[in-house]
């Protein structure tokens, strides 16, 4: 997903409004902000609160909960908070590279397809911040998603 459009204010004000579609919304908008350092330390001060009006909030989701995608976000936002290492260390199967190149944090150094097919087997990728290499495999259930294994 690329970074969302939505203002800090928007996804604090989703995320406190015990409306489920809103929290689903406003977390994946906060994953979406992964790689972006000053906009997620711009909610840390907000984090107690986030829990406690999420806290028994039902996210729904028949085959993947939905509520994965609140527990990502508290990650994200705890890890920046407490930030030791690069934020890469952050992705994983919602994690589009083809998006996080468009925004300038890793560079696609080649995709490689499945037997002569037009369906992508996997990405090599580099970060741009601390040049950590990754093989990124692309894959598809329910939903299309990404397995992200450190390459160096």
């Known amino acids: 997903m690329s970074q969302t459009r939505k203002s800090t204010k928007e996804l604090i004000e989703d995320m406190l409004s015990?409306?489920?579609?809103?929290?689903?919304?406003?977390?994946?908008?906060?994953?979406?902000?992964?790689?972006n350092h000053e906009r997620i330390m711009?909610?840390?001060?907000y984090l107690t609160q986030m829990k406690s009006k999420t806290n028994n909030i039902e996210l729904?989701?028949?085959i993947h909960p939905n509520s994965r995608f609140l527990k990502k976000a508290f990650e994200v936002i705890e890890w920046h908070s407490n930030g030791?290492?690069?934020s890469c260390s952050l992705l994983g199967e919602d994690?589009?590279?083809r998006h996080l190149e468009e925004d300038g944090y890793?560079?696609?150094?080649?995709?490689?397809y499945m037997n002569n097919s037009n369906y992508i087997d996997y990405y090599?990728?580099?970060?741009?911040?601390?040049?950590?290499q990754y093989?990124?495999?692309?894959?598809?259930?329910?939903?299309?998603?990404?397995?992200?294994?450190?390459?160096?």
């Open 18 to 35: 015990e409306d489920a579609q809103r929290i689903w919304s406003a977390s994946c908008g906060i994953i979406s902000l992964g790689q």
């Open 42 to 45: 711009e909610l840390v001060p």
């Open 60 to 62: 729904g989701g028949l």
């Open 84 to 86: 030791v290492g690069c």
């Open 95 to 97: 994690s589009n590279p």
């Open 106 to 112: 890793i560079t696609i150094t080649d995709t490689v």
């Open 124 to 132: 090599l990728a580099i970060c741009q911040n601390c040049q950590t």
């Open 135 to 152: 093989k990124i495999e692309e894959r598809e259930y329910h939903s299309l998603w990404w397995n992200w294994i450190i390459a160096n």
